[in-house]
């Protein structure tokens, strides 16, 4: 039984967003996601993002570990060029909320480092 929720499942309700980047690590480099989830507490202001905690499995479409920040619109650009100029080893993942996990995990994703291959198949109809 899986005991992790999404991180979007732990989003406050008075806080919407319209994006939301997961950032993959593994044992190798836990401590860089870690510094740059602490990073990003730094760097932006509470109310413009949710961060996730690190969540050290696979769960849902996400192979590996992992933790996920939520976003508005109006910082999708200044977010994905941030996150892809301090990423390091990490690979990320930006999607949208469409309301279509399959297609926000795949033609509506932009990856930042290497394209990790999602389990797609709990997106099924």
């Excluded at 309700?13 to 044992?27: G, L, V």
């Excluded at 413009?48 to 619109?73: N, Q, T, V």
């Amino acid at each position: 039984m899986n005991s992790f929720k999404l991180n979007s499942e732990q989003i406050p309700e008075d806080f919407s967003s319209d994006f939301d980047a997961h950032i993959y690590f593994t044992e190798e480099t836990i401590e860089e996601a870690k510094a740059l989830q602490l990073l990003i507490k730094n760097t932006f202001a509470p109310k413009d993002l949710y961060i996730g905690d690190l969540i050290p499995k696979a769960i849902g479409p996400h192979p590996i570990p992992m933790f996920e920040i939520d976003f508005k619109s109006p910082l999708f650009d200044k977010m994905t060029e941030w996150l892809n100029l301090h990423r390091g080893n990490l690979n990320i993942l930006v999607h949208p909320h469409s309301g279509d996990g399959l297609y926000d995990h795949t033609d509506g994703a932009i990856w930042l480092g290497e394209k990790i291959p999602l389990k797609l198949s709990i997106f099924a109809k």
